[in-house]
């Protein structure tokens, strides 16, 4: 294969945006450079550029992603978890989300687009089951979702992931069910 | 102030560390590297192999970090997250070698492993002196759930985790740390 073999655009842009998953997600934010993505797929820094914009605008674009979150105003408290699991997962096991958690670890720019995500597309749909507190909730469940694909997908701490998906529902739900709508505590 | 300027060892070797803290924190294991430290500190690299050995070693010395659990034998089950948390918020808020080892280990395998390995080691004996059954799943939610808050609270900062007070996030985190370890295994 040439280095000038055909392309079309949007070829080209899924490639790069592909490629920019990868180097963001092994390098962090601050280390990948325009150059080293175009390198990777065989392109010019500018073809980059122009397509994209600065490397903040291609982060925020290989970095987008949108998480459908059920309405949960009228779900059942027993049911919340089993609402929500099947779409973290989808989520979780998503290489655009996994890319932004470990950029997000060592960038404030990650850490922004990171916690953007959660306040416009988690936190308003979560909201809609609490029945109280809701940032002490919301902060809480977001904790325990970033820290389950946190030690499952990126530290791959054997006991989490050695877990099957059945088994991490399983005994997640009633962490899920205890702080969106259990009881707050005295 | 010279270059030159007269040093003990031991200042020499917690400044060593403590630079070697923030460049695998920022910059992950891979890309940090001897000289880079050296030079930060304003000394040789052939001194800080001297003093730390190989950069792995170094990174292993830099990162380790005590967490010191109380034995869970026998608690009550009402008690168990307050006996905990004020030990783990000891490590995730003050203990800087522990917050570079959990940045470093989201770019970094080898990272990675040295925190799980310290996990398994330190901490699960500790927490399965209290669960009564179905001990690894147990373990490892409990561990999911605190990684989870600290890289929420002093990592990512983010918002509505980090501004809780100590108090606050204890009472919210207390009923996980119950079910998780020593509530009703789920159907």
Same mark, same amino acid.
């Given at each position: 294969?040439?280095?000038?073999?055909?392309?079309?655009?949007?070829?080209?842009?899924?490639?790069i945006?592909?490629?920019?998953?990868?180097?963001?997600g092994?390098?962090?934010?601050?280390?990948?450079?325009?150059?080293?993505?175009?390198?990777?797929?065989?392109?010019?820094?500018?073809?980059?550029?122009?397509?994209?914009?600065?490397?903040?605008?291609?982060?925020?674009?290989?970095?987008?992603?949108?998480?459908?979150?059920?309405?949960?105003?009228?779900?059942?408290?027993?049911?919340?978890?089993?609402?929500?699991?099947?779409?973290?997962?989808?989520?979780?096991?998503?290489?655009?989300?996994?890319?932004?958690?470990?950029?997000?670890?060592?960038?404030?720019?990650?850490?922004?687009?990171?916690?953007?995500?959660?306040?416009?597309?988690?936190?308003?749909?979560?909201?809609?089951?609490?029945?109280?507190?809701?940032?002490?909730?919301?902060?809480?469940?977001?904790?325990?979702?970033?820290g389950?694909a946190?030690?499952?997908?990126?530290?791959?701490?054997?006991?989490?992931?050695?877990?099957?998906?059945?088994?991490?529902?399983?005994?997640?739900?009633?962490?899920?069910?205890?702080?969106?709508?259990g009881?707050?505590?005295? | 102030?010279?270059?030159?300027?007269?040093?003990? +060892?031991?200042?020499?070797?917690?400044?060593?560390?403590?630079?070697?803290?923030?460049?695998?924190?920022?910059?992950?294991?891979?890309?940090?590297?001897?000289?880079?430290?050296?030079?930060?500190v304003?000394?040789?690299?052939?001194?800080?192999? /001297?003093?730390?050995?190989?950069?792995?070693?170094?990174?292993?010395?830099?990162?380790?970090?005590?967490?010191?659990?109380?034995?869970?034998?026998?608690?009550?089950?009402?008690?168990?997250?307050?006996m905990?948390?004020?030990?783990?918020?000891?490590?995730?808020?003050?203990?800087?070698?522990?917050?570079?080892?959990?940045?470093?280990?989201?770019?970094?395998?080898?990272?990675?492993?040295?925190?799980?390995?310290t996990?398994?080691?330190?901490? +699960?004996?500790?927490?399965?002196?209290?669960?009564?059954?179905?001990?690894?799943? /147990?373990?490892?939610?409990?561990?999911?759930?605190?990684?989870?808050?600290?890289?929420? /609270?002093?990592?990512? +900062?983010?918002?509505?985790?980090?501004?809780?007070?100590?108090?606050?996030l204890?009472?919210?985190?207390g009923?996980?740390? /119950?079910?998780?370890?020593?509530?009703?295994?789920?159907?």
């Open positions: 294969m040439t280095a000038t073999r055909p392309r079309n655009a949007s070829q080209t842009r899924a490639d945006l592909s490629a920019a998953r990868r180097r963001f092994a390098e962090g934010y601050e280390r990948t450079t325009l150059r080293a993505v175009a390198a990777d797929v065989g392109v010019d820094a500018a073809l980059v550029i122009r397509y994209f914009g600065s490397k903040q605008d291609l982060f925020a674009a290989a970095a987008d992603f949108s998480i459908e979150l059920p309405d949960l105003s009228r779900a059942d408290p027993d049911e919340v978890a089993g609402m929500l699991l099947p779409r973290f997962f989808a989520v979780w096991e998503d290489e655009t989300f996994v890319a932004l958690l470990r950029a997000a670890m060592t960038s404030q720019v990650a850490a922004d687009t990171l916690r953007r995500v959660f306040a416009e597309q988690v936190a308003p749909k979560l909201i809609t089951a609490t029945p109280d507190n809701p940032v002490q909730r919301i902060g809480l469940m977001g904790a325990f979702v970033i389950l946190t030690t499952r997908y990126v530290l791959a701490n054997p006991l989490v992931a050695n877990l099957s998906r059945d088994e991490l529902s399983r005994w997640a739900a009633p962490v899920i069910r205890q702080l969106l709508v009881p707050a505590p005295a | 102030m010279s270059t030159k300027r007269p040093r003990n +060892a031991a200042q020499t070797r917690a400044d060593i560390l403590a630079a070697a803290r923030r460049r695998f924190a920022t910059e992950g294991f891979e890309r940090t590297t001897l000289r880079a430290i050296a030079a930060d304003g000394v040789d690299a052939a001194l800080v192999i /001297r003093y730390f050995g190989s950069k792995q070693d170094l990174f292993a010395t830099a990162t380790e970090f005590k967490i010191e659990l109380p034995d869970l034998t026998g608690a009550d089950p009402d008690d168990i997250a307050d905990l948390l004020p030990r783990y918020f000891a490590v995730w808020e003050d203990d800087q070698s522990f917050l570079a080892l959990l940045r470093a280990a989201m770019t970094s395998r080898i990272a990675a492993n040295t925190l799980n390995e996990l398994a080691k330190h901490v +699960a004996p500790t927490l399965m002196g209290a669960t009564p059954d179905h001990h690894l799943q /147990r373990i490892a939610l409990t561990d999911a759930f605190v990684i989870g808050l600290a890289a929420t /609270r002093s990592v990512l +900062a983010n918002p509505p985790v980090a501004s809780l007070s100590r108090e606050e204890s009472r919210w985190a009923p996980v740390f /119950r079910q998780l370890l020593v509530g009703p295994a789920p159907p």
